[in-house]
Structures are given as C-alpha cells and as structure tokens.
DNA sequence: CGTAGTGTTGAATTGAATCAAGTGTCGTGG
DNA sequence: CCACGACACTTGATTCAATTCAACACTACG
C-alpha cells in the first residue's frame, strides 16, 4: 500500500492544480513555470499581489515582474545578509525561510506557499534577514522593490494592496508569538496543520489531505519543539483518530475535532 | 533606601528627558503632552516617521496628525476588534499590546516606546488584532490612516519611509520568534533586557540604569514564561552580579557579560 | 491603616528535551 | 534494476527546565 487509501495522491495532489492556467492553451496548463504567463491570467492573482487592481493596472505591474528559473529541490532564492533587491511571490511549489543562530543551528521562520509573498524581511533593513530555500521544485514571480515603490506611486491600489500584505505579515508573525509563548506541543502541531489546511484549500485543493513538503525537523525548528516531539504528537493524533499520517502524507480525519484542539 | 543607589531615579529617569523639546519655549520642555509641539520640533521626529522627509514634507505630514489627550496609567488607546482608522506613534510614556484567548488569559505581543509606532496590527484586516493599554501617564500622535496613505501618493519619500517601518516590524517580530522557539528562560530575559536597554539609549536615556514600567507577569507574558519564572531569573542574574534588581528598577552592572548570554 | 496588587522563594510536578537504538525511504550510481 | 548510503522518522528511557501550587513579604494607594 503506497499511501493511506492504497492509491498515490502525491502525484494527484502535487502536480495538477496548481499549475497556472492561461486560457484555453492546453501545453501551458502542464507546465506551472512558463515564464510567459502574465498576472492577467494566472489563476493565483486573486491570492497574489494584483488583487484589487484593474486590467490596466495589472497589465502595467505585469511589466515590471520578472519571471525567473526555476529552483530545484533545496536551491536558495537568496541568503541571510544578501542585499534586498525584490520581493517574491510564489507561483508554484513551496519554500522556507531560516535563520542560522551563532552555533550554526537553524530555525525556521516561515513557510510560503503558492499565490504567498516572500522577501518581506529584507525591507527595513534592505538586507535580507532570513534565508529562503525550496522544498521542492518551485517557481516564483520576482517584483523589484525599487519598481514596485515607484509604480505604487502612481497606483493608490497597488500602495494599499502591498500595505495590506505586510499588514497581514505582522498579524500573522504576532499570531506565532502568542502560539509559542503559550501553547503546548498539540496545541501548535494542531494550529500549524490548520493554517496549512486553509492555505491548501486557498489553491483549491483539498483542505484534508496534502503532503507536507517540509521534515519533521522543519516543523520543529518553525514551532519551538524537537523532531521528536513532533514525531510524538503526529502518531498521538493519529492514535486518537484526529489524523491518518503515513510519512509525509496527511489526512484530517476529524477537522472539528483539531480545531477544538486549539480553539 | 528608596532604590540602588539611595537616591530617586525614578522620577529624573521618567519625567525629564522624554519631553518633546520645542525650541527654546521652557514651558513646552516641561510638557511633553502638549498638542502644540510639532513634528519639526519634536525631538523624537528621528526616531519616528518624520525621519528622511523635508522641511516642507514634514509641515505636511504635520497637518494630518492629532495630537489626543494624554491616556493615563490603565487606560486603552483601542482594543481587540475596534476598527481601523489610525497608527500612532508614541510620544512620552509607554504601551503594551496584548490579545485575550478564549478563556480569558491575556498574552503580551508587544511593548512601545517613545518614537515608536503602534497600531499596525489593524492594517490588514482593517481591523485591530489587539488591545493596546497605556503603562504610565502616556501620550501619543494620532495619524488617520487613509490620510497617511493618500499623503504617502504624494510624498515618496514617506511612503518609502512607511515601508520600512513595516519591514522593521516584520523583521522584529520574527527575531521574537526564534527568541521564543529556541532560547532559555535566562536567554530570553537577558535578550528582552538588551532590547529596552538598546530603547532608552535611542531616547537619550541611560541603557544601564532604567525603569520597567510592567509588570513581571506581562514580561512573562510577553516572553512564554511564568511570572515566577521572571522573577526567578531576575534574582539569579542578580546573584551573578550581572544586574542589580531592585523592584521595578534594573542596573545592567555587567552589559558584556549579558549580552555574551545571548551571543 | 488596611487591602489589593505585585513580587519572591520553596517544594513538588510535569511536559518536552535529550540520549539512544532501530526502522523506513529515497535517490544515486554501479 | 538493485544495492548502498544518507537522510528521515519512530519509539523508548531518562533527564531537566520551567510550571504549578503554595506561603509569605513588600509596596503603594485610597
């Protein structure tokens, strides 16, 4: 048995949805990384930067995006201490962003998804302080923050847009601090495959059963607890029924039941 | 013997020096809460959002803000869910922000200081995500949202400027995230302690000798400790002779020493 | 002066870390 | 296509840092 219904839903859940789509050309549908699709037809630009912003609009930010190469599995988009040139949006795939403490352990700080923005941490300080890696082969938009700042001088939409993106970047970062400062090891292995669970079915695809594309140890470093722990608490959720795990697939069998956990 | 030294720090600490200076008028020194000092003649403008703007942009950033009433100790600037209209930035005194869990517990997410912006965590839900109390006889600039971002069309240099402000949020409260997810009880302290004592310098206040102006259960709360635990670690720190603790008053004795806890 | 809020300290408990051993999985190259 | 090695993961036993529970002291304020 290849996975917990004995057929493979890592292909199936992987591969199809979250190409993006352009119209009726079907070779563009398999391949998520072409580099001509524009923000006009992504099928993520309502998760994605050019929400609220009208054709003209987008067809103006669409020229200043930069559509790069894809990363392989475990490839970095930028380092710890590389001077900040742009902001990311991710088209397809998954990252990580860490940082690397004096005796050289990580920690992780983020996960990013597709249709997510990424970068953000290098603005104050126009030095990037996290670094970011692929967890599987990805692609991403790439958005010139100099041409960014002086397009959302002549858009009041793109300027409330990116407002509100790094405003949802605190709630979100204050969001962490409370769950670290005060919940136990369920608690945030509950919350973390929550917040997963809504950014899947943000893609459309199932809000139940994904593949997580980080380790065990990832999952730590992000949440304050050891590899171990994390091990613990998946097989004590699959013990109790919350949860059907079988490596790094993942089924909620009783959502209700989870959220309760945190709730 | 009323603090560390015999003598009241706590008044020529607290009162004298956060003053807005305005100039040469001694009656505006002596009140810091006067809602006539202007950004111009404020002396934390270089710590706030007047900072890389003009004489002239300055005077139009001026025009949007309102300066309230000053809030006494206890008293809520917003709370948990009130709409969003403003950010504010600090001018005497200090905050903390906090949320209420489901059953009524609080958690600290924050504490600000003079020069200091409060209020982001409205920006992308247009809607505040916590409760932000006064810890002292406290003042603040009130800058109305909408036109701070229609200002920011004109002015590229305060937009410029706000996007740092946010970036540096962002980058802040992800450094408490590795704080909160990897370090000890006494790394966390001396890490907190590092950081007011790095804030009163911005203000031109002593970095070794200073008040905390909350409690040992909101630092707690605020670093996913226990206030017996604060206290605890308070007193081995002293024992070490790397502070000296007496109730609300902190003297970095040895500063090496703490910041090499930390690394 | 009394009381509520704040802080300290001790003893017992506990949740997660650490240490350790072993299994499972995947990608690579022969 | 299989064998190998490197990772990734699981599970158990033990340890430990921080919490919890409890008693008491201090301070500040009406």
Do not use: W
């Not at 959302?152 to 709630?171: A, D, H, K, V, Y």
Request: charged share 20%; aromatic share 6%; hydrophobic share 35%.
């Amino acid at each position: 048995m290849s996975n917990l219904n004995g057929n493979n839903v890592s292909a199936s859940i992987a591969a199809e949805k979250l190409a993006s789509s352009s119209g009726n050309n079907p070779l563009l549908r398999t391949c998520p990384q072409n580099p001509a699709v524009s923000c006009s037809s992504c099928r993520l630009a309502d998760l994605c930067l050019p929400i609220s912003l009208n054709q003209n609009e987008i067809s103006q930010l669409d020229e200043i995006i930069e559509r790069n190469r894809p990363l392989k599995k475990g490839e970095h988009l930028y380092r710890q201490r590389d001077p900040f040139r742009s902001v990311f949006a991710v088209r397809s795939g998954s990252f990580k962003s860490y940082v690397l403490n004096a005796d050289g352990q990580s920690r992780v700080t983020g996960f990013y998804m597709p249709g997510e923005i990424l970068g953000m941490d290098g603005i104050g300080k126009r030095e990037h302080m996290n670094s970011v890696m692929a967890l599987e082969h990805s692609s991403i938009c790439e958005i010139p923050f100099t041409q960014l700042e002086k397009l959302s001088q002549q858009l009041p939409n793109l300027q409330s847009r990116f407002f509100s993106i790094m405003g949802n970047e605190i709630t979100k970062d204050q969001e962490i601090h409370t769950l670290l400062s005060s919940y136990s090891a369920e608690e945030r292995l509950a919350s973390f495959l929550l917040s997963l669970s809504a950014r899947y079915a943000r893609c459309q695809l199932s809000p139940e059963r994904f593949l997580l594309h980080m380790t065990r140890g990832d999952i730590g470093e992000y949440l304050g607890l050891t590899l171990e722990t994390v091990s613990r608490v998946f097989s004590g959720l699959q013990k109790k029924g919350i949860l059907r795990v079988k490596n790094r697939e993942i089924e909620i069998v009783e959502m209700g039941t989870l959220k309760a956990l945190v709730q």
